[in-house]
């Protein structure tokens, strides 16, 4: 999930945002996963299947 839509069970406010210091380690946090932890599992699919897609077509 992605932090701009995460709201701060401290402060009521957008983590994005980072009003509190709650929300500004939560934001840190979530910037130093990687780029693949904000992505949907949706999104997620959709690029297995892409790689899968290429993979197929390469093999042939």
């Known amino acids: ?3 701009d839509r995460l709201v701060c069970a401290s ?4 983590v994005a945002e980072g009003r509190c210091p709650v929300c500004r380690a939560n934001r840190e946090r979530l910037q ?3 780029p693949l932890a904000g992505l949907s599992p949706a999104a ?3 690029l297995l299947v892409a ?3 290429a993979v197929a077509l390469l093999a042939a």
């Open 1 to 3: 999930m992605t932090y």
């Open 11 to 14: 402060c009521a406010a957008p």
């Open 32 to 34: 130093q996963e990687g």
């Open 44 to 46: 997620l699919l959709v």
């Open 51 to 53: 790689l899968v897609a």
